[in-house]
């Protein structure tokens, strides 16, 4: 297995001239100053931003080109790579998301809650959320507001008899959710059967239901929800302003978008040491937990070719939202944008 170091100077030297002795020579050169090669790093980045912008205007009459992972690839090709990924891992996802993170991802999904502050009676779009981790957090959210709702109610009603307490909370017991709903949106069949098995252990029914869709193309009307979210999904996109205009188009005026996604660390130290182990150890735990090099590889990779937080925050402004601002977690390991309709 090639180490990260070898990798890096093969891609540098010209990944199609088979050109292994040369990166032999220059691995050794530079192992006694490991960190320098991270720089390489940022060559990769600067590839795919120059991969997109000019995909288009070499490619009139053939299909375009676009980015998977390190790889250049046909938009079709690329649809179809990213499905596999995740149809390979859809079993061990949410274990691998604790082991990558070390249960950080958890936290993450609180805060993104806690941004959204869903009241009863929100209408949530939950896309590329097959395995549920949002949708779930969603309905506890709502329910413990609906909780406290009524105990409200009842301090507010202390003439009450308990036989009218008990039928107060009989009653509202069948609409605990008071209204609210969220739709789990994923274009992985596998990845939405996951998320199912889960809502059936976890015991979640009411307020919820499954829906198989692409995030370029949402199988919804007009106008309709009143949050959207996307969690670690939308740099799998192959149209990523494509998938923004979808989200504008199914939020009711004066509806929010919300997008917890990894994005690019700042601190060079910090920076450093995340490639480090971004490269080094997540394909390594992907091939021990599931059997899988090659996707947690590609993972990897696309979070360096996603936007920066700025050209990100431009492209939802683009999309016609307002108010779009980003909160960095982790140093900016990740980051929560959101934007309105308005």
Same mark, same amino acid.
């Given at each position: 297995?090639?180490?990260?170091?070898?990798?890096?100077?093969?891609?540098?030297?010209?990944?199609?001239?088979?050109?292994?002795?040369?990166?032999?020579?220059?691995?050794?050169?530079?192992?006694?100053?490991?960190?320098?090669?991270?720089? !390489?790093?940022? =060559?990769?980045? +600067?590839?795919?931003?120059?991969?997109?912008? @000019? #995909?288009?205007?070499? %490619? &009139?009459?053939?299909?375009?080109?676009?980015?998977?992972?390190?790889?250049?690839?046909?938009?079709?090709?690329?649809?179809?790579?990213?499905?596999?990924?995740?149809?390979?891992?859809?079993?061990?996802?949410?274990?691998?998301?604790?082991?990558?993170?070390?249960?950080?991802?958890?936290?993450?999904?609180?805060?993104?809650?806690?941004?959204?502050?869903?009241?009863?009676?929100?209408?949530?779009?939950?896309?590329? !959320?097959?395995? =549920?981790?949002? +949708?779930?957090?969603?309905?506890?959210?709502? @329910? #413990?507001?609906?909780? %406290? &709702?009524?105990?409200?109610?009842?301090?507010?009603?202390?003439?009450?008899?308990?036989?009218?307490?008990?039928?107060?909370?009989?009653?509202?017991?069948?609409?605990?959710?008071?209204?609210?709903?969220?739709?789990?949106?994923?274009?992985?069949?596998?990845?939405?059967?996951?998320?199912?098995?889960?809502?059936?252990?976890?015991?979640?029914?009411?307020?919820?239901?499954?829906?198989?869709?692409?995030?370029?193309?949402?199988?919804?009307?007009?106008?309709?929800?009143?949050?959207?979210?996307?969690?670690?999904?939308?740099?799998?996109?192959?149209?990523?302003?494509?998938?923004?205009?979808?989200?504008?188009?199914?939020?009711?005026?004066?509806?929010?978008?919300?997008?917890?996604?990894?994005?690019?660390?700042?601190?060079?130290?910090?920076?450093?040491?995340?490639?480090?182990?971004?490269?080094?150890?997540?394909?390594?735990?992907?091939?021990?937990?599931?059997?899988?090099?090659?996707?947690?590889?590609?993972?990897?990779?696309?979070?360096?070719?996603?936007?920066?937080?700025?050209?990100?925050?431009?492209?939802?402004?683009?999309?016609?939202?307002?108010?779009?601002?980003?909160?960095?977690?982790?140093?900016?390991?990740?980051?929560?944008?959101?934007?309105?309709?308005?």
């Amino acid at each position: 297995m090639p180490t990260l170091s070898m990798r890096m100077l093969q891609y540098r030297c010209g990944r199609g001239r088979g050109n292994m002795a040369t990166a032999s020579k220059m691995a050794a050169s530079v192992s006694t100053g490991f960190c320098r090669s991270w720089r !390489g790093y940022r =060559g990769h980045r +600067a590839l795919c931003l120059l991969r997109g912008l @000019c #995909s288009g205007a070499r %490619h &009139q009459v053939t299909e375009k080109e676009t980015h998977f992972g390190f790889q250049t690839v046909s938009e079709t090709e690329k649809g179809q790579k990213v499905y596999q990924v995740f149809e390979n891992v859809a079993k061990k996802y949410d274990l691998m998301n604790d082991s990558m993170s070390l249960g950080i991802h958890r936290v993450w999904k609180d805060i993104l809650l806690r941004h959204m502050n869903p009241y009863p009676g929100t209408q949530l779009l939950d896309v590329a !959320g097959g395995t =549920g981790d949002i +949708a779930f957090r969603f309905i506890n959210y709502v @329910c #413990s507001h609906r909780e %406290h &709702q009524i105990q409200q109610k009842l301090r507010s009603q202390q003439n009450l008899s308990w036989q009218e307490i008990t039928k107060l909370y009989q009653e509202e017991e069948h609409k605990s959710l008071g209204g609210s709903h969220v739709v789990v949106c994923d274009i992985n069949k596998e990845m939405l059967k996951v998320g199912k098995r889960k809502s059936q252990q976890l015991g979640y029914s009411e307020g919820l239901s499954w829906v198989v869709g692409n995030a370029e193309e949402l199988p919804f009307s007009d106008d309709k929800f009143d949050i959207y979210t996307i969690a670690f999904g939308i740099r799998n996109v192959t149209h990523i302003d494509q998938a923004l205009q979808e989200a504008y188009r199914v939020l009711k005026p004066g509806g929010r978008f919300l997008c917890l996604e990894f994005s690019h660390v700042n601190n060079p130290l910090i920076s450093s040491l995340y490639d480090l182990y971004s490269f080094q150890v997540i394909p390594v735990l992907g091939e021990v937990i599931a059997g899988d090099w090659k996707s947690y590889q590609y993972l990897v990779e696309s979070i360096r070719c996603f936007p920066t937080q700025e050209e990100f925050k431009d492209m939802i402004e683009d999309a016609g939202f307002l108010k779009v601002n980003y909160q960095n977690l982790s140093a900016g390991i990740v980051a929560i944008h959101s934007g309105f309709k308005l």
